[in-house]
């Protein structure tokens, strides 16, 4: 008589036992970095909105971003390389991204890398950058605009009059 052996679990099952896959999706994706900000992840900048069992749904930081082809493919080669083969990726641009989806953490981690992170709850004065960004550099607020247009479209590129140093600001919106 034949005894008949189940499969091996594959590496990837193995890797999600006793652990929701939409957890382990999460701490996938949090190791994701964004293309344009690598210091920060697409968890970070809330650009992954929900994570399902069959899909994770994302919203680029704003309609016409250049680096959402490759977001989309980092986030298909970390899904697949962690046994997330089958999960969907959907884009949505409904309601749009807004910088409040930013974590704190990620709100930190663009400080700590030289870029002054939007206020939470940005008001329509601060859409358009009227309110004094606090430089990342030395933490002084007495800072201006120098250009609406920095490093990439959803930054601006400010200066400290306090340090002197030019820093970007992420654009609120």
Same mark, same amino acid.
């Given at each position: 008589m034949a005894h ?10 193995? !890797?999600? &036992?006793?652990?929701? @896959? ?5 701490? #996938? ?9 690598p210091a920060v ?17 994302? %919203?680029? #930081?704003? /309609?016409?971003?250049?680096? /959402? ?14 046994? =997330? ?5 959907? #884009? %949505? ?5 807004? %910088?409040?989806?930013i974590s704190d953490?990620?709100?930190? $981690?663009?400080? &700590?890398?030289?870029?002054? @992170? ?14 004094? &960004?606090?430089? @990342? ?11 609406? =247009?920095?490093?990439?479209?959803? $930054?601006?590129?400010?200066?400290? $009059?306090?340090? !002197?140093?030019? =820093? ?6």
């Open positions: 008949h052996r189940p499969p091996a679990p594959s590496p990837a099952s193995t !890797a999600h &036992a006793g652990e929701a @896959p939409a957890v382990h999706m999460r701490a #996938t994706l949090a190791n994701v970095p964004d293309p344009e900000i992840s697409v968890i970070d900048l809330g650009i992954v909105r929900e994570i399902h069992a069959d899909r994770v749904v994302i %919203t680029p #930081t704003y /309609t016409g971003c250049p680096a /959402t082809i490759t977001i989309e493919q980092s986030i298909r080669t970390a899904l697949d390389a962690n046994g =997330f083969a089958d999960v969907a990726i959907e #884009t %949505t641009l409904s309601p749009p991204w807004s %910088t409040d989806w953490e990620g709100r930190e $981690k663009l400080r &700590a890398y030289g870029i002054a @992170p939007p206020p939470r709850g940005a008001a329509a004065a601060s859409l358009k950058n009227q309110t004094a &960004a606090d430089c @990342p550099r030395c933490g002084s607020s007495n800072t201006e605009e120098l250009s609406r =247009f920095g490093s990439t479209p959803c $930054k601006a590129l400010w200066r400290c $009059k306090a340090c !002197a140093e030019p =820093f970007d600001r992420f654009k609120c919106h």
